[in-house]
């Protein structure tokens, strides 16, 4: 979905200034109706450079977006839209609680500083910045540069033809095409005195992870309305090849050298291929549903969906030195033909209303590169061996109830929830090395760890004592844990009842706002409870501690 042209010819341009050297630019302009047919189109654009709150570098994006439509008739359209976007962005130093703890907020990579190859090139022969001496592992907070860049095509055409007053028909076909590169100057070529990577004896290589994605599919579905009926059913096809490889590119063996250019293309380069997988996915989604209302306050909706996504693994290679040999030529399929979805709305009184709903959901198998999520098939082949008997796709019952009220004064919900989760995956990571954010064998293993299960309530509610002003509070609790203990490589951890990693439990968020005519301003607060660190909740974090340690 995206914004429609408008029937007469205009633009708009905001720019906006911020902290940290931010600068954001919006154009747009419409065509307006260009026939008597209602020919119309806009082309927009936005601009966001900004630098980062700490270190050196910046993060900055562009976009444009554009549609067409045709009318056909009164009711009826064709439309075609294009959108493209680019990113280059230089990432923050990853952090440690002890980094945090002794060290402060501030330690970040070198890139974007004064002499920052030459820090760098130093620290990789342990020859560390005097500020970084309290550091622990100071190696390992001495990275040249850490970079994310992305570049997407995505466009289709869309018919939305109206067939009678009562049969609607929507199609869309489109294409995407995404390219992910991400690169860190890896300081840790050398093991033992040796050269593990054989570019050119440099201590410093670059290491690009470069993930691809070509998906091509159309969606189409119908409506019809008949009595109290509102009837609905649909189809979505897509079929996405994703392919994901790693890369070490030759740095300069020199402290005095000019280093590659992280947002260069590496052209002429000496690499070597680390490891790499292609998988192509098809997948195939129908839905039905009817909305029918006996009463005009009353609505009852049931629909179900049937899924089948089958995903396949193949070309992968390795750098057998350092890397086991990849899952290749394995697939994967997920079908259910039958996930229902049942709701019931009911406006009982004027501004109040309940609702009921319960449905079944499926995810099917996520694709990344190796070792990098829970997706079963980016680990070693014998990884992937160990478990391919016990991997099903995870699904989902969830209900969940609530209460509405839109008063003149007063607005409020309430919304209470549970939802079971059944064939969780889960990446289990095992550091098996000697040191060294390259050097170290982390092994992954992704397996079957039974179900989660969450109860929950959200709760909140607008004050509007005046017209323009606002205050606004939200409380949710949510106590999400795991079914059973996890069993990993013969060892049982005890995962049983404890809170679900990195979720809290509890979370409050308030506004105070106030618009007049064009003007607005406002303030946010919110607050996030405790929630682990790990999955068996022996460090609990909440807001700016860590058991102690600051984060």
Same mark, same amino acid.
């Given at each position: 979905m995206?914004?429609?042209?408008?029937?007469?010819?205009?633009?708009?341009?905001?720019?906006t200034?911020?902290?940290?050297a931010?600068?954001?630019l919006?154009?747009?302009?419409?065509?307006?109706?260009?026939?008597s047919s209602?020919?119309?189109?806009?082309?927009?654009?936005?601009?966001?450079?900004?630098?980062k709150?700490?270190?050196?570098g910046?993060q900055?994006?562009q976009?444009?977006?554009?549609?067409?439509?045709?009318?056909?008739?009164?009711q009826?359209?064709? +439309?075609?839209?294009?959108?493209?976007?680019?990113?280059?962005?230089?990432?923050?130093?990853?952090?440690?609680?002890n980094?945090l703890?002794n060290?402060?907020?501030?330690?970040?990579?070198?890139y974007?500083l004064?002499?920052a *190859?030459q820090?760098?090139?130093?620290?990789?022969?342990g020859?560390?910045?005097?500020?970084?001496?309290n550091?622990?592992?100071?190696?390992?907070?001495?990275?040249?540069?850490?970079?994310?860049? +992305?570049?997407?095509?995505?466009?289709g055409?869309?018919?939305?033809?109206?067939?009678?007053? %009562?049969?609607? *028909?929507?199609?869309? !076909?489109?294409?995407? &095409?995404?390219?992910?590169?991400g690169?860190?100057?890896?300081?840790?070529?050398? @093991?033992?005195?040796?050269?593990?990577?054989?570019l050119?004896?440099?201590?410093?290589?670059?290491?690009? %992870?470069?993930?691809?994605?070509? %998906?091509?599919?159309?969606?189409?579905?119908v409506?019809?309305?008949?009595?109290?009926?509102?009837?609905?059913?649909?189809? *979505?096809?897509?079929?996405?090849h994703?392919?994901?490889?790693e890369?070490?590119?030759q740095?300069p063996?020199? !402290?005095?050298?000019?280093?590659?250019?992280?947002f260069?293309?590496?052209?002429?380069?000496?690499?070597?291929?680390?490891?790499?997988?292609q998988?192509?996915?098809n997948?195939?989604?129908?839905?039905?549903?009817?909305?029918?209302?006996?009463?005009?306050?009353?609505?009852?909706h049931?629909?179900f969906? +049937?899924v089948?996504?089958?995903?396949?693994?193949?070309d992968?290679?390795?750098w057998?030195?350092?890397?086991?040999?990849?899952?290749?030529?394995?697939?994967l399929?997920?079908? =259910?033909a039958f996930?229902?979805h049942?709701?019931?709305?009911w406006?009982?009184?004027?501004?109040?209303?309940?609702?009921?709903?319960?449905? &079944?959901?499926?995810h099917?198998?996520?694709?990344s590169?190796?070792?990098?999520?829970?997706?079963?098939?980016?680990?070693?082949?014998?990884?992937?061996?160990?478990?391919?008997n016990?991997? =099903?796709?995870?699904?989902?019952w969830?209900?969940?109830t609530g209460?509405?009220?839109?008063?003149?004064f007063? @607005?409020?919900?309430?919304?209470l929830?549970?939802?079971?989760?059944?064939?969780r995956?889960? @990446?289990?990571?095992?550091?098996?090395?000697?040191?060294?954010?390259?050097?170290t064998?982390?092994? !992954?293993?992704v397996?079957?760890?039974?179900?989660v299960?969450?109860?929950?309530?959200?709760?909140?509610?607008?004050?509007?004592?005046?017209?323009?002003?606002?205050?606004?509070?939200s409380?949710?609790?949510?106590?999400?844990?795991?079914d059973?203990?996890?069993?990993?490589?013969?060892?049982?951890?005890?995962?049983k009842n =404890?809170?679900?990693?990195?979720?809290?439990?509890?979370m409050?968020?308030?506004?105070?706002?106030?618009s007049?005519?064009?003007?607005q301003?406002f303030?946010?607060?919110q607050?996030?409870?405790? %929630?682990?660190y790990?999955?068996?909740?022996?460090?609990?974090?909440?807001?700016?501690?860590?058991?102690?340690?600051?984060?």
């Open positions: 995206s914004s429609a042209p408008k029937d007469k010819m205009g633009g708009k341009v905001v720019q200034f911020g902290s940290n931010l600068y954001h919006f154009f747009r302009f419409d065509s307006g109706k260009l026939n209602g020919t119309k189109f806009y082309v927009s654009y936005m601009r966001n450079d900004t630098e709150w700490k270190g050196g910046s900055f994006m976009q444009v977006n554009t549609k067409f439509v045709q009318p056909v008739g009164e009826s359209n064709v +439309s075609a839209f294009f959108n493209w976007d680019s990113l280059q962005m230089v990432n923050y130093q990853d952090y440690s609680p980094w703890q060290n402060g907020y501030y330690l970040d990579n070198f974007g004064p002499n *190859w820090n760098s090139y130093n620290s990789s022969q020859i560390y910045p005097s500020s970084y001496k550091v622990n592992d100071p190696k390992d907070a001495s990275y040249y540069d850490s970079t994310a860049s +992305s570049h997407d095509y995505f466009g055409i869309t018919s939305d033809i109206t067939l009678t007053n %009562r049969l609607h *028909w929507k199609t869309t !076909a489109y294409g995407h &095409e995404q390219i992910q590169p690169t860190y100057a890896n300081p840790y070529a050398y @093991q033992h005195g040796q050269d593990t990577i054989g050119n004896g440099g201590p410093i290589f670059e290491q690009m %992870r470069k993930p691809t994605i070509h %998906r091509y599919g159309f969606l189409s579905s409506d019809y309305n008949i009595a109290r009926n509102r009837i609905s059913a649909g189809v *979505w096809y897509e079929n996405n994703y392919s994901t490889y890369y070490a590119y740095q063996a020199s !402290a005095s050298a000019t280093p590659l250019d992280p260069g293309n590496f052209s002429g380069v000496p690499r070597r291929t680390l490891w790499g997988q998988y192509n996915t997948t195939f989604t129908a839905f039905v549903q009817d909305t029918y209302r006996p009463i005009s306050p009353l609505a009852l049931f629909g969906k +049937s089948l996504s089958t995903t396949h693994v193949g992968a290679v390795n057998s030195e350092r890397f086991p040999t990849l899952t290749n030529d394995e697939s399929t997920t079908a =259910k996930l229902p049942v709701s019931i709305e406006n009982f009184l004027p501004h109040h209303e309940v609702f009921f709903d319960a449905s &079944e959901n499926v099917t198998y996520p694709q590169g190796y070792n990098s999520s829970n997706a079963p098939m980016a680990v070693s082949q014998v990884a992937y061996d160990a478990v391919r016990t991997l =099903k796709p995870e699904t989902a969830t209900f969940a209460y509405r009220y839109d008063g003149r007063i @607005q409020g919900s309430l919304y929830y549970r939802t079971n989760f059944k064939n995956l889960q @990446q289990i990571l095992a550091n098996t090395g000697d040191g060294g954010a390259f050097l064998n982390n092994t !992954a293993t397996q079957n760890v039974g179900g299960t969450m109860n929950g309530v959200d709760a909140g509610i607008t004050l509007t004592p005046v017209k323009g002003f606002e205050i606004f509070n409380v949710s609790y949510s106590h999400s844990t795991y059973q203990n996890i069993t990993s490589g013969g060892v049982s951890y005890a995962t =404890k809170q679900v990693v990195g979720y809290p439990s509890f409050y968020k308030s506004r105070i706002s106030y007049w005519r064009d003007f301003a303030v946010d607060a607050y996030y409870g405790k %929630r682990s790990d999955y068996t909740g022996d460090w609990l974090c909440c807001a700016n501690t860590c058991q102690g340690f600051p984060v």
